[in-house]
């Protein structure tokens, strides 16, 4: 069964950066499109960023140009480079399969929680 395990955020003062990485296991990794998806307390989950197998990326309007998903096939890692960061983007951020055509999401990690506030 596939397993995510998301890390890397923090308290963040506005216009400063995070790292995110998602560990991917019990998958063949390197086939399936990924994406890091957000929700924000009261909100619906969101898909903020995806990447798929010839890594082509995509994302959210609220999000382009600030961030940069990214994914290394070998460590079968996922990585969402956020720079620029509002208060608005805080939210606790997971990473799943790109839902889409043939593409079901799995069953959630526990996520990692962005706080971007001064």
Not at 17 to 45: D, E, H, N
């Amino acid at each position: 069964q596939v397993q995510f395990v998301e890390s890397g955020g923090g308290l963040v003062q506005p216009g400063g950066s995070l790292r995110l990485s998602c560990a991917v296991s019990g998958t063949i990794f390197s086939i399936w499109p990924m994406g890091w998806y957000r929700q924000a307390p009261g909100k619906q989950r969101e898909l903020v960023a995806g990447i798929n197998s010839g890594h082509m990326t995509n994302y959210a309007d609220s999000v382009k140009g600030r961030f940069t998903i990214s994914r290394d096939d070998a460590k079968k890692t996922v990585y969402l480079q956020m720079n620029s960061l509002k208060p608005e983007d805080t939210a606790v951020y997971y990473c799943n399969y790109r839902q889409g055509p043939g593409v079901q999401i799995a069953d959630w990690g526990q996520g990692t929680q962005v706080t971007v506030s001064s």
